[in-house]
């Protein structure tokens, strides 16, 4: 327990992150398999992907088939045949649309290749054909209402990571050693009953509110 901080703030009580590193995995319940992260559909990057090729595609073929008909092809076309035959690799134009058509490869690169949905927790998977999955924002509820129940609290931020749980109380009343152990115990056991596929990490700090002068 630490005592008033500088310039006469409330006294403040953390537990580091790396210390209660095994505070909520050493009481988690022993079976039911790890799972991966949940995979975004990625429809509006698909949907805008697939609406430039068949645009692009169609229009290509209709100036073509107009072609092919005896009808001039559009001027667009001229224009962008002339400049890929007459303008040099070094001109900056040519090197500018280069590294934006390599920037948008690479993002659809990188969608292709990564799961997404980060506001997804997996949960353990007790039946290989059931796999579940819980909200972060919901999980954060469900342990703010429980850590609101410990006597001396008077209110609690929880932020639920991926791989952390910071949770930041303040107590009005008893020693906030107390009030940090209490803390504790009810995060394990609720972090313990929402069954996640990986147990975060816990990281709590409780301090006294700020007195209003």
């Known amino acids: 327990m630490s005592g008033p901080e500088p310039g006469g703030g409330p006294p403040t009580l953390e537990k580091n992150a790396a210390e209660g590193e095994g505070a909520a995995a050493a009481q988690a319940p022993d079976g039911g398999g790890r799972t991966g992260r949940f995979w975004s ?3 509006l990057p698909a949907a805008l992907v697939a609406l430039v090729v068949v645009g692009g595609a169609g229009v290509f073929l209709y100036d073509v088939a107009a072609v092919r008909t005896g009808r001039p092809a559009m001027g667009w076309r001229r224009r962008l045949a002339r400049e890929l035959a007459t303008r040099p690799l070094d001109d900056p134009w040519v090197i500018w649309g280069a ?5 948008l490869g ?15 927790l997996p949960m353990r998977r007790d039946t ?5 999955g819980l909200d972060r924002r919901a999980a954060a509820l469900v342990l703010r209402d429980r850590v609101m129940e410990v006597s001396g609290v008077q ?3 929880v932020d639920v990571g991926r791989h952390r749980i910071r949770t ?15 803390v504790d115990t009810v995060l394990a056991d609720g972090v313990r009953e929402l ?11 409780v301090s006294r509110p700020v007195k209003k002068k």
Do not use: I, M, N
């Not at 993002?107 to 949905?117: E, F, M, N």
């Not at 290989?128 to 579940?132: G, I, L, M, T």
């Open 41 to 43: 559909a990625r429809r």
């Open 99 to 103: 590294a934006a058509a390599a920037l």
């Open 106 to 120: 690479l993002w659809l690169l990188v969608l292709a290749v990564t799961p997404g949905l980060r506001g997804v």
């Open 128 to 132: 290989p054909d059931v796999r579940a």
């Open 155 to 157: 209110s609690v931020r």
């Open 168 to 182: 930041r109380a303040l107590s009005h009343f008893r020693d906030l050693e107390e009030v940090r152990a209490d």
């Open 195 to 205: 069954g996640l596929a990986r147990q975060p990490r816990l990281s709590v700090r």
